[in-house]
């Protein structure tokens, strides 16, 4: 299969990379007649939730119920979905909309099973992003918005996502247990052919390695260059070779 990577320009357009219209449009899943209220457990959780505003500013609980309820929602917020969180906070159903089309971690079309997002920040690009991206959509046959015929994996671009050291990195989260095993997991110091594996040991039902793919942390021991991770010579990064000194202002 041919695989056209989608350049930067042709989705200029597109306010985020999973609703590239950022429009709502009825479609059988999702108009005015479907149906979505928060379960019994989750709707206890809502509750806790609210408990942390005072009473005149529940408003502030709109983020973390639009994430519970598309936990709950197999990873996307449905109109329903939407005005179901603006009649527990008792806003207009508009208030809602106004903050689910504003983040981008509110997806407003429906997920496949695993949400692979690609970190597209500066470091990330500096590192070798780029090519991370390319790996992803030629393996899986999907450019950024799309998923997989099988609904098994969506891709998507994510602006930084505080993994800078360990770049280049993606997210990956499966919304496949609902709120109670829902995950977000990060893989960093990805090369193309890291990430190619870790889509396929997902597809097979496994768990990859999560974190650093090629050192314990952050610890200074190498970088990605060239798609390639590339060791660093022993001791090469270590400035601190012995106690470390008391500050100058305090010397004897």
Known sequence: MTVQVLSVASRAFATNSHDIFNIHRH???NNWETEFDFTKENMAKAKEILSRYPENYQASAMIPLLDLAQQQNS???????????????GVAPIRVYEVATFYT????????????MVCGT???MLQG???IYEAVSRHLGVVYGQTTPDKLFTLSEMECMGACVNAPMIAVADYSGGVE??????YEDLTPEDVVGILEDLKAG????????HRHNAEPSGAVADGKWVEDSPGAN???RGPPPGPYCRSA
């Open 129 to 131: 992003a780029k090519g």
């Open 181 to 186: 095993k829902f995950t977000y997991t990060y």
């Open 105 to 116: 971690m509110f997806n407003r079309s429906p997920m496949g099973r695993y949400h692979v």
């Open 206 to 213: 496994k768990k990859p390695k999560v974190g650093s793919q």
């Open 27 to 29: 479609e059988p899943h």
């Open 75 to 89: 990873g996307f917020l449905s109109l329903a979905a939407m005005n179901r969180v603006a009649e527990v906070l």
């Open 122 to 124: 500066t470091p990330c």
């Open 238 to 240: 270590i400035t601190l």
